[in-house]
């Protein structure tokens, strides 16, 4: 199993992102994907999560309205568009299944939001 996250980067506030995260190694279509973030001295938090097929979604509450999760099952990759950043939104951003995780993690993408 292997995750490889990219598209983080510095942004100011109010900003947006997009986060791509290629995944190999299982069977991609048969599981619920998630986006995770850890900010420094923090845990890992579940930011949003989609069903196999993109029928369903949910988000944590600090992101509704401003994050959308998408899935390409033919390019097994996840996609996060973040608009209006805070600096709370300041993370490590990881993918992985949901609700368990698989036990390997990428090396993340830091997205970092300051003016």
């Known amino acids: 199993v292997q995750f490889v996250e990219s598209g983080g980067g510095l942004v100011e506030p109010g900003g947006s992102l997009r986060l791509s995260c290629a995944a190999s190694?299982?069977?991609?279509?048969?599981?619920?994907m998630s986006w995770y973030r850890q900010a420094p001295g923090k845990e890992r938090e579940l930011v949003a999560g989609?069903?196999?097929?993109?029928?369903?979604?949910n988000y944590a509450a600090s992101v509704k309205g401003r994050f959308t999760i998408s899935r390409d099952n033919a390019k097994n990759t996840i996609y996060l568009q973040m608009n209006s950043l805070k600096p709370e939104d300041t993370a490590v951003y990881y993918c992985?299944?949901?609700?368990?995780?698989?036990?390997?993690w990428g090396q993340g993408t830091q997205v970092t939001v300051s003016s």
């Open positions: 190694g299982f069977s991609f279509s048969s599981y619920f």
């Open positions: 992985n299944r949901q609700p368990t995780p698989f036990p390997s």
């Open positions: 989609i069903s196999n097929f993109g029928s369903r979604t």
